[in-house]
T-cell receptor, first 114, second 111 residues
């Protein structure tokens, strides 16, 4: 995948623990976003950002925080993990500006909350 | 939240057969994208469509942007085992940066 790096690849958390999923891109993309993927549900948007200092909620934001202090990085924070947050998380990035943009995905982070 | 209606959910075909899948919505989209996801990987863009009626090919893959702007179709001709995976449609509305996904079509190709 072109230039979107996610860490960690795999993580197991206990209920109530906090953690941060890291996402970085080196393509100078303005737009970054986080999705979660659950069986039979496709990809659902958690939070997104159209530029440094700007974030907004997606379809399923509850239980997650984000920040965008730099263009390159867009971390996703779970403040108090719950079993319902067991999922595969994908970070994505693209240039903004509408038609013609290609959205690139990271390779995913597999999170299990026990 | 809105998701696109993608069908079929799964397909089991023989190598060499052609495949068709589609996505529909009650809303108009300005951009349609088709992705393929292999196990343990993130989605990879296959084809992007930007105009109503547009027909675009990428090798054995052909996708069309519906005239009504509410649907899109993906065809795979002469399937091969490496076509196995989950195919997702995704749409972008005008003025929005938020990509909406279908639930995916899981393709199995029997040699």
């Amino acid at each position: 995948n072109a230039g979107v790096t996610q860490t960690p690849k795999f993580q197991v958390l206990k209920t109530g623990q906090s953690m941060t999923l890291q996402c970085a891109q080196d393509m100078n993309h303005e737009y970054m976003s986080w999705y979660r993927q659950d069986p039979g549900m496709g990809l659902r948007l958690i939070h997104y950002s159209v530029g440094a200092g700007i974030t907004d909620q997606g379809e399923v934001p509850n239980g997650y925080n984000v920040s965008r202090s730099t263009t390159e990085d867009f971390p996703l924070r779970l403040l108090s993990a719950a079993p319902s947050q067991t999922s595969v998380y994908f970070c994505a990035s693209s240039h903004t500006g509408g038609v013609g943009n290609t959205i690139y995905f990271g390779e995913g982070s597999w999170l299990t909350v026990v | 939240g809105q998701q696109l209606n993608q069908s079929p959910q799964s397909m089991f075909i023989q190598e060499g057969e052609d495949v068709s899948m589609n996505c529909t919505s009650s809303s108009i989209f300005n951009t349609w994208l088709w992705y393929k996801q292999d196990p343990g990987e993130g989605p990879v863009l296959l084809i992007a469509l930007y105009k109503a009626g547009e027909l675009t090919s990428n090798g054995r893959l052909t996708a069309q942007f519906g005239i009504t702007r509410k649907d899109s179709f993906l065809n795979i001709s002469a399937s091969i085992p490496s076509d196995v995976g989950i195919y997702f449609c995704a749409g972008l509305k005008g003025g929005s940066e938020k990509l909406v996904f279908g639930k995916g079509t899981k393709l199995t190709v029997n040699p």
